[in-house]
């Protein structure tokens, strides 16, 4: 319809292609968006799909395939990781997985290996400090915190890689919606951390995704040179 | 004059003097404020004191002394130790230094017993670590930061006792003078922790003093059953 | 799960073991990692369980107990105080005592005596003078309050122990959520209180809870001594 | 000057005169504006004026005098009060005294009685116990306060009268420029408490005045019935 | 029950009894709370009761009625005006009528003589202005509006007697919940404006009968002079 | 320099010119500017210089004036209007002026007719109604107002032409540097108001201008027709 | 009813109706005031209306159509331009296409000529600017945009004409309820750009209304002379 | 000194030395840290150093290079970037360059190319599309913005690297000291960008000096596999 002009070219563009964002449409919006997209050849993907949803969709739209914890739609069937590197993703605690799944899902289906380290808050530091391998081996990091949202600072202090913070809403009263773990990270004194949106666990991964495309291009222009 | 009305009964209802908070007082008051309260008998001290206020003062207040770091002033002589235990006071950064010795000088002219670690910071979390016998040996831990004041959940991760968490207003931008640290600091995943005013040494060593001195009380009641 | 990794020693490292936070946990989660933990021989303790969580939690775990008012589920039999010492706990209004009831019972469940004392805000103030003996005898304070939040300054400016001040989220308009009463107990300038998390009866129990230990364990070592 | 529209019926409409407010004007502009109502025979008083200021209009303006503690200047002589009735003004601190004498000195400018009682904070609540006179006296209570606050709902749970509130900017940290104590008065659990802005110590007083303005017309209605 | 401590004196101390505020309270401890204080003699009334919980009510507690759109439950038969003086209540617009009759009912309950004008907002001015009788014949004025709260300042410069501003939380977007028309009403360029917290139609009438009532004894006392 | 890409066919492009913005710039930066884009025949204009930098910049810039009131530089001869039409400027107050000369000079520079009303704010409303025919003769209006900036609200509900809101930072405590007028501005009930930046008077007089602009192209298209 | 005093003579002052503003109002409210408005012979039209709302109205008032991706319903038949000029309208995203609408069919049935173009986010800047014809040819510009708002800055940058920017809703995190795309517009480095409410379609189309029939009366004004 | 505990590991474990954050350090302080720092044979490097404490490190600490426009201090000779890739940093306006300078120097002693471009705000679009080979020959981009913030966006939706966004406090009014611009970059629509604290300009260099870091490590284990 002529209600979305999809971005069919930013694949091209900037490496990723377009993915539909959820909110705000009606069911019936997203799934004319999704036959189009699949038309053009498009990867076909949506983000912030609730499980309702995901039943009308489902109708209209074959093949489609449903992340529950991730509350991401796809059609796709491989995810053999295509590029080289390792996507480290740390999850504060178990509230936080629907967003650290988010980053997760999204990353695979981009291409991307993912290494996923959940529940490891400063509350007991040991907890990171007995899992540093990931912190490690990891290419690229992807944080997610929520109430205080610490651990970001802490992870940066000990990786000898990209850091990315996702502030989540999860928290109660001074965590204003994820504010108070917003402004933390965003003031983190150890510095090369990039923050994203507020349960933007999606942004993040393409952010990670996009660090590891630009290695491997450096990398492929060096070997040409 | 009338325009203040001490409280000199504090000491015996609270167990803690009034003591002069400098901001918005001339310094003709805050000397007049110093004289009736010696004059009673009771301990002279005042907070937030700029070396010219000093300048000012130490003309018409005899015996005073200047803790230039603390921004504080008093007339006071021996500062032992006249309570059992230990007040341990760690800040983040070197920047949060006056902060912390506001704590550090209010608890020792309060009769405690302090020890220092400055500039152990969450981004080089080896530095806390390295130290740890200081969290471990004190009885009350009070723990200054800024930026994004993520120390007090890591400390209280790892200590066996109350800890106080006082952010500061150090940092820029996004810390929005202090609010960042103050609701890091609330929405602490450790539990156990009791935050005060941005950069409230002062309230800090008051409120770690009441805890060594319940302690204190405690301990006589139990013995004397 | 791999979705939690549960803290089995913070109990030995800060004396308070991990307790679970319900929200955004699905009722599955929260009753493998409950048995989890008893298995492990841990106190087993749930904060923020609605009625209709408690439901579907009592089918998957046995002898789970329910303390409606403070939203409280455990399992756990004698609740005889294992420390000396008593927490005093007061409330502003009618509608505080959800949060008021939180801290109690933790406490409770955590080995101290607990006094309470509920609706005594300032509007009436001699109800609180009136009352005068239950401050007067506590060894730590708690109090909480919503709308303004006036009660703990007024509370510490009489109280000769330590005082843990809880904002709430009872309020309307520029309440703002709470932000009110908390600011309200930030700036109290009755120095010595330390605040804790909007409507976070839980932290302000661990916190009064560690403050009674330390008192104990100061005991102990001067006995010895 | 076209610059300045001043309000001469203001009076007769509303029974105060217009004040000129100092800020953003220059000293030559005021001069100017005050020149122009004396010559039209108003009343002419200037809010907000440093003593800088303030030694520049006096070269300009004849018969000036200078109230500095209340920041005012006014070419009035007598000041003996034109209306029954008494204004109590009480400050929480000794650092709110500027904005108490503003509103002080309005109201005595305008006809008014005034009794001032300063440095009643709740932190010492015997302070306000034993004036309790005061509060009991007086047919409209002005209750200023900074930090936190608190006063004016103690204030107002034990008097039989009017309270206006007035938030002050003395505090520091998250009293965020008297965002906290005007949040506290706004959430009064202690109903009839009308607010006005931060340091407002002019408009406290102008609704003061007109309280007892209108208990006169009131009385006067009623002998003429 | 232990829950509620009410406040049987404070219509001896302040001239209004204690109100019963609904929300979080069981509609059970509601009617308890009534019960007890019908009992005592007390006046019996409660604000911010919704339609479910009047019914509940209603089988709990004999002779309760309820006034729908002012949300407020009370057992009171006459409500002849006790007091001389009229409180004059204006509304910006229609959707502020809960909040305007909050306040006209409980003005009515506590002995007050009422007049209402509902819908005369700034953006058309003639309508104020074609009811100016209302403005100029009222004792004392409640002015509630939403969205951008003008109106107060508007009437504040031509009325003659005291002028109560009530914000509400009616609008949307940058309205921020009633955030916007709270500040409008405090920085009011009017002078002798006070302000209640958004919604707070009640706090509005009990101060809007305190001044009728101070008027009232002012008169009383000099007739006995 | 190389430190600036001045947009030479702006005025090509939107009918308006770069404008330089002085803040954050050196005097010699901008003296760079202003030689560079007269040299391509540009206007030349900056906002936001304050005399000590325009005491610098005549130094370096021939024919340089200053608009002392406007803050406003530029080099330019003859204002006679070039457009049809007259956008009409109001002031709420006097401290407003900076900000409102700051439209008006702009306007005037820009070739548009303009015509002043200063210090006719609500509290007095009067003074407007007494002035409509400023209101009923404009095509365009901008109205500044700080402090509550009600203005604008009642402006519109009388005017029969666009309205142009500038709040201005004008005012002190709950005012928030100009947040409380941009919020009444933006939640006013009176339709077809659009809001500008906080003390931008240029900004309002761009658009003001381009209305008139659009109004005259729209003539000559359809004249032509 | 009294509840609502309709302002009959709005289109006569400022050339547009009264609009009937949904929220807040019983559906009963509602049907009464548009009958009241259809009997003076007036447009009748009223925004935000839910589904279920216009359910019942139309049962009361006849003839009403719906617009449902407006939220607008409204008696009206003919919606044939009756001025001169186009707006030109367009949304950042889908997501927008409520707000899109509410101004779009408010500008319609006001008698605009309306232009619309969904979908032209500054992500994909080529589909802007493959579409500039429609910002060329637009005599005045409603953009439409939530998440960071970045489109009316772009715009304004390439159009010749007044722009008015939408701030929406839509987003999430830190978003804020659009308060995010909100201070983007305000803070538009593009000067001429008005900004109204966050979701305000409607506002915005009057604004827009209201500078094509201010072009209107100055071409009829100038032909006239 | 005992006040700092410099982190002389952190260039081992994180690839970054630690350095220097000048506010709210004496300039004895800094000296010290300096001296102690080159002695171990760390890089020697402090950030944020206005010129006036340049001029007395100067005296202290031989070598010195001073870095105007970045406020940066450094004890450095070469800055042949030692790794491959480049740095593409662009500004908004010549108003940003302090920041995107910071950024730039901080990189180039680091080891890193950089390329500039600054002010192609979005305001003339035109500016940066021009220069589109910039944004395509980088292999991270960082992007500086002040005002409304939105560029990083456009560039996001070009570029094929990553996007590091640098709010900065350069604006006024709504702005609220970068807090738009920050919202702006965190809300952005296109996916793929990574944020930092407002004026940060040193974390978002080392941010992208990381990621160049990690393409090289990747490359390097590569080539060895
Ligand atoms: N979970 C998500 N969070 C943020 N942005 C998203 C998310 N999912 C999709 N998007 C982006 O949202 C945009 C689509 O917006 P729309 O045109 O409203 O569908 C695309 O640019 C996506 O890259
Ligand atoms: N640095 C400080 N921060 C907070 N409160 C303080 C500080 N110094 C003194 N006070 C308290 O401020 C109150 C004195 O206020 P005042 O009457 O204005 O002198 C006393 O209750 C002190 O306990
Ligand atoms: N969607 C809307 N957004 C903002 N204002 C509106 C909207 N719809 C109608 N209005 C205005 O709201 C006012 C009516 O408010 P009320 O008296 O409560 O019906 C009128 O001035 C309308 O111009
Ligand atoms: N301009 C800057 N912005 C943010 N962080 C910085 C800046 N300059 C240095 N730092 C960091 O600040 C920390 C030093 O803090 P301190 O111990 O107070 O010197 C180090 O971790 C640096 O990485
Ligand atoms: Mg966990
Ligand atoms: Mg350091
Ligand atoms: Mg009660
Ligand atoms: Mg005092
Ligand atoms: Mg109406
Ligand atoms: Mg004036
Ligand atoms: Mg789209
Ligand atoms: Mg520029």
């Known amino acids: ?49 609730e499980p309702e949803v995901y039943a ?10 449903y992340y529950a914890m991730a509350r991401i739609c796809a059609i796709t ?13 740390l999850s504060a605690g178990t509230a936080d997985l629907p967003v650290a799944e988010e980053a997760a899902v999204t990353a695979e289906l981009s291409g991307f290996r993912v290494e996923r380290l959940w529940d490891v808050g400063v ?6 400090l007995n899992n540093r391998h990931v912190v490690e081996s990891a290419d690229v990091l992807i944080v997610v915190a929520g109430m205080e949202g610490a651990l970001p600072s802490v992870v940066a202090g000990l ?5 990315i913070a996702v502030p989540t809403s999860i928290g109660y009263g001074a965590s204003f919606g994820g504010l108070a773990p917003l402004l933390t990270m965003l003031n983190s004194c150890a510095a090369g951390v990039g923050v ?15 660090i590891l495309r630009t290695a491997n291009k450096l990398h492929l222009s060096q070997r040409s040179d």
């Open 159 to 163: 990786a000898d890689c990209p850091v």
């Open 196 to 210: 994203v949106n507020i349960d933007n666990g999606f942004g993040a991964a393409v952010l990670a995704g996009q």
């Open 123 to 128: 509350a007991g530091i040991h907890r990171l």
């Open 1 to 49: 319809g002529d209600f979305a002009r999809v971005d069919h070219h930013r694949r091209l563009r900037t490496g990723f292609p377009e993915v539909i964002w959820g909110p705000g449409k009606t069911p019936d919006q997203i799934a004319q968006i999704m036959i189009a997209m699949r038309d053009r050849g498009s990867v076909v993907m949506a983000t912030r799909i």
């Open 77 to 89: 069937t491989t995810i053999e990781p295509q590029y080289p590197g390792t996507i480290g993703i």
């Open 56 to 65: 009308q969709l489902q109708e209209k739209v074959p093949d489609l395939h």
